[in-house]
C-alpha cells in the first residue's frame, strides 16, 4: 500500500499548485496527476457536470491503484467531494477545508477569489465560518483568471490590467485573500504587485499538503523510499501543459501522457 501513489487532479494546470506543495513536504511520494485540459475551464460548469467528470477522474485514477486522492481544484473540490468520498474506499481530501483554516489565522476580514462556481457554492463562506462564525467573508468570482494563465499570459499587461478590476470590485478592506482556485497561485506575484503586499495571499495547497503528509501518517501510509516516477495525464494538448507546467515547477515532466477519458 505505502508504494502506490498520491492521485492528484484538477481540470488543467492549477493542480500543478498542490503537487509543488506536496513535493516540499513529501519527496518520497509518488504523484499521479489528471489535468483535464480537454474540459477545462470547469469553474462554469454545473455541480452535476462537475460531479461526473470528477467521478470519471477517480475511476481512471484508481486504475493507476492510487492510495488516496486529492482533489486539487476548488470548484471539483466544492461540489464533488462529498460524492467521491462516499463512492471511493480510499482516502479523498479537498482544499478548501485546509483554505478556510489558515485564512481564520490572519483576520476578521476575509476575501475569497475564486471561480463561479466556487463562489456560487459558498463552500469557503460555510468552511468560513464553521470555523469562525464572527468572521467576515467577502467573495468575488474571477472567470477570466483561468484561461488567461492556462494560456500562459501570467506576466502580460493584460492580465495585470484583469487582475486590478475584480480586485478593485471587492470594495472593503480585506486581511487576508484566498487565492479560491488552484490556477491563482501563478498570479501571486502579480496580485502582491497590486496589493502592495499589504493583504496575506492564502494558498490554500500549502495547507492541503500538510494534511496530506498527517492522514498518510496515521494511516500508516507513508512511503520512505520513492522507486518509481511521477506520471502525468492530461485530456488534450500535452505540449501547452509540458511547456507551462515545467516553467513553474521547475523540473521537467518526463512522463506525460494523454488520454482520453470517454473512450
Ligand atoms: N483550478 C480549478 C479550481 O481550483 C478549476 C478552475 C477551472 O477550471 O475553472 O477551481
Known sequence: MNRKAIGVFDSGLGGLTVVKELKKVLPNERIVYFG??????YGSKSKEVIVRYSKEIAKFLKTQDVKMIVIACNTASAFALEELKKELDIPVIGVIEAGARMAVEIGENIGVIGTKGTV????YYNAIKRIKLGANVYQKACPLFVPLIEEGMIDDPITEEIVKKYLNEIDVMIDSLVLGCTHYPLLT??????????IKLINPAEETA??????????HMENFKREKEDQYFVSDEPENFKELGEL??????EDLKEINLEK
Open 210 to 219: 500538510k494534511e496530506v503528509k498527517m492522514i498518510l501518517k496515521e494511516l
Open 120 to 123: 456560487s457554492s459558498k463552500a
Open 36 to 41: 483535464d485540459t480537454a474540459r477545462v475551464p
Open 248 to 253: 513553474f515547477l521547475g523540473f521537467e515532466l
Open 189 to 198: 506575484k502579480v496580485i502582491n504587485k497590486l496589493t502592495n503586499g499589504k
